[in-house]
C-alpha cells in the first residue's frame, strides 16, 4: 500500500528546528523575547493596528476575550450551532448561556440572517465562526452588533491568513481569537492569539492570563480576581515565528489543493461540495456532505473504508446542541436542521501545504471507487 495520506500535517522546517533549539539553549524558555516577538508579528501580519497577546490555546483565549468583555452569569452570547465544541463551551466556562442559531448549508457559516432573531435583552456578545477559513460577512454581523450595543467576539481559530474584502480577518471587529493548534493553517504546537482594538481588554486580557496580577508602580503584585494561567512559552513562540513567515504560501498552496478537488469533484453528485468563497478564502480545510443513509453505509464504517484505502477522513463537526451536555441543558439538534445535517453527513478531506497534486487525485479516485 502507499503511504498513509493523513487528513492534515504540520510543516515544520529546518529553521525553525534550529530557533527552537536556540530558545532551549537559551535558558529563557517560559514567556520571554519570542512570545513578545510573536506578539508583534502577529500584530505587523494583520494590518499594524491590533495589539496580539498570545495564550496557550484559541480555547483559553476564547474564554478570556468573554471574561475581559465582562461576559458572565445572566448573559447570552449568540454562537453557530455547528463548530468545534470549544466555541460554545467557552461562553459556559464563562458563565453565561449559549444561544445557538443555524448556519448555512453551503457556507457553513453562522446564519447571518438568523441573528437578530436570536438577540434578547440578556445577549452581550456573537461569536462567529469563519468556518474552514471562509469569512463570515463581517459588514452585516458588525451592522447587527452595533445596533443593538453587542460585543462580537470572533471565532477565528480557522482563520490565520483569510482575507475578506482585501483585508485579513482580525482586522475587523474588536476581538478575534485565532489557533495554532498544529492542525490548524499555522501552528505554535498548542497555541492561540488575541488580537483587539481595545486598550481596556489588552490591559484585562493580560491579567486574566497571568493569575489576575497586577503590579503596582515599585513592582509588588496583588491580585484583584482568581485568573487563568495560559501564558504561551518561548519555544512555542519560536514555532509560531517560523510558521508564520511562511503562511501566506501554506495558504497559497492549501487553495490550490482545494480548487483540484473541486475541479475533480464538480461532477461527482454523491458528494455535496461546500460554498467555494473568493481568493481569501484561506481553506483550514475541504468539507463534503455525503448522504450515508442513501448510500447504506455509516460514517465510521465509510471512514474505515477510506483508511484501507490509504485515506485520513476526518470528522468536523458534530452539531452542538446534539451533544450530551447541551442535550442535557435543553438543546435539540432537531432545532437546526442545517447544522444538525452538516453534524450528521459531513465529513473532512485531507488537505495540507505538503500534500501533492497527485495525492487530491487520489482522494478522489478511493472517494468515486468507496461512494459508487
Ligand atoms: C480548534 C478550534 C478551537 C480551539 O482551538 P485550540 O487552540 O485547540 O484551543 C476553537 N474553535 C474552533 C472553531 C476550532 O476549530
Not at 508579528?41 to 483559553?60: C, F, H, N, P, Q
Not at 495558504?251 to 489543493?257: E, H, I, M
Request: charged content about 25%; glycine content about 8%.
Amino acid at each position: 500500500m502507499k503511504d498513509f495520506l493523513p487528513f492534515t500535517r504540520p510543516t515544520l522546517d529546518e529553521a525553525t528546528i534550529a530557533a527552537v533549539a536556540a530558545v532551549l539553549r537559551s535558558g529563557q524558555l517560559a514567556s520571554g523575547p519570542r512570545v513578545l516577538e510573536f506578539e508583534s508579528a502577529l500584530a505587523d501580519y494583520l494590518g499594524g493596528a491590533r495589539t496580539v497577546r498570545a495564550l496557550t490555546s484559541a480555547t483559553e483565549g476564547l474564554e478570556i476575550a468573554l471574561l475581559a468583555c465582562g461576559v458572565g452569569p445572566g448573559d447570552e452570547v449568540i454562537v453557530p450551532a455547528m463548530s468545534f465544541a470549544a466555541s460554545a463551551n467557552v461562553i459556559v466556562r464563562a458563565g453565561a448561556t449559549p444561544v445557538f442559531v443555524d448556519v448555512d448549508l453551503a457556507s457553513r457559516n453562522l446564519d447571518v440572517g438568523q441573528v437578530e432573531r436570536a438577540i434578547t435583552p440578556r445577549t452581550k456578545a456573537i461569536m462567529p465562526v469563519h468556518f474552514s477559513g471562509l469569512a463570515v460577512d463581517m459588514d452585516a454581523l458588525l451592522a447587527i452588533a452595533e445596533r443593538h450595543r453587542l460585543r462580537v467576539v470572533e471565532d477565528a481559530a480557522h482563520a490565520i491568513g483569510t482575507r475578506h474584502r482585501g483585508r485579513p480577518i482580525g482586522s475587523f471587529g474588536d476581538v478575534a481569537v485565532f489557533s495554532f493548534h498544529p492542525n490548524k493553517n499555522m501552528t505554535s504546537i498548542e497555541g492561540g492569539a488575541i488580537a483587539t482594538t481595545d486598550a481596556a481588554l489588552v490591559e484585562r486580557i493580560e491579567r486574566h492570563r497571568f493569575h489576575g496580577i497586577r503590579r503596582n508602580a515599585d513592582g509588588e503584585i496583588d491580585v484583584e480576581f482568581a485568573g487563568a494561567k495560559s501564558n504561551l512559552s518561548d519555544v512555542a513562540a519560536a514555532v509560531g515565528l517560523g510558521q508564520l513567515r511562511r503562511l501566506d504560501e501554506f495558504n497559497a498552496r492549501r487553495r490550490l489543493l482545494a480548487a483540484r478537488y473541486f475541479e475533480r469533484l464538480a461532477d461527482f453528485d454523491r458528494v455535496m461540495l461546500p460554498a467555494r468563497g473568493d481568493e481569501g478564502h484561506s481553506w483550514h480545510m475541504v468539507t463534503v456532505l455525503i448522504d450515508f443513509v442513501a448510500r447504506g453505509i455509516s460514517r465510521p464504517q465509510f471512514q474505515r473504508a477510506m483508511a484501507a484505502r490509504g485515506i485520513g477522513i476526518g470528522v468536523h463537526y458534530p452539531c452542538i446542541p446534539g451533544m450530551t451536555f447541551y442535550r442535557q441543558h435543553g438543546f435539540r439538534a432537531e432545532d437546526y436542521p442545517n447544522a444538525a445535517r452538516i453534524g450528521r453527513e459531513t465529513v473532512t478531506l485531507p488537505l495540507f501545504p505538503a500534500m501533492r497534486d497527485e495525492d487530491v487525485d487520489r482522494v478522489v479516485a478511493a472517494l468515486q471507487a468507496e461512494l459508487d
